[in-house]
């Protein structure tokens, strides 16, 4: 019965989770993009990214696992953009209140939590490349989408390349 009870609460944790691929990006939605990716994508395509820009200095399974839940709260909160208004900080109260709701009772939740904290901090190597993997992926994706919908996305691609430190994840985004 024991096992049973186990079982079905990580059941429902994986459920919780698995609602982020319902979450539409924000960002794009106020732009003619039919069907904007949902977060879910947003977080795969790092992890893609992360796969195979990682360099091997850094350790790639924390790399990969921070691009996977760096927006894992969103399930919960949205996805909040700088246009929302939301301070930071705020932001940040929400995020983290969501994350540990989200995985709480899970064995890996403190683990999780604590690598995501090294994400919004940018604590550590890993933390500020997957910072720069996420504005890495906009980018990239606002060139899909002015590929597919002949829309100028500059902003985001603008916003990419401002923002990031790492010198080849900035130089794999289109120059203007």
Request: negative net charge; charged residues 30%; proline residues 5%.
């Amino acid at each position: 019965m024991k096992e049973e009870a186990g079982v079905n609460e990580e059941r429902e944790i994986l459920l919780r989770c698995l609602r982020l691929k319902r979450v539409v990006r924000a960002g794009w939605t106020r732009f003619p993009i039919g069907n904007p990716e949902s977060v879910a994508a947003h977080c795969w395509g790092m992890g893609l990214l992360a796969l195979l820009t990682c360099p091997p200095e850094l350790d790639r399974e924390k790399v990969i696992t921070l691009a996977l839940i760096h927006d894992l709260a969103e399930v919960i909160v949205g996805d909040i953009t700088p246009l929302d208004g939301v301070p930071k900080d705020e932001k940040r109260k929400q995020e983290e209140k969501a994350l540990a709701t989200l995985l709480q009772g899970h064995p890996r939740s403190e683990e999780l939590q604590s690598i995501w904290q090294e994400f919004e901090d940018r604590t550590t190597p890993e933390g500020k490349f997957v910072s720069d993997l996420d504005k890495l992926d906009m980018g990239l994706q606002a060139e899909i989408y002015e590929q597919d919908f002949n829309i100028n996305l500059d902003e985001f691609t603008n916003s990419s390349k401002r923002f990031m430190k790492h010198p080849h994840l900035s130089s794999l985004l289109k120059s203007q």
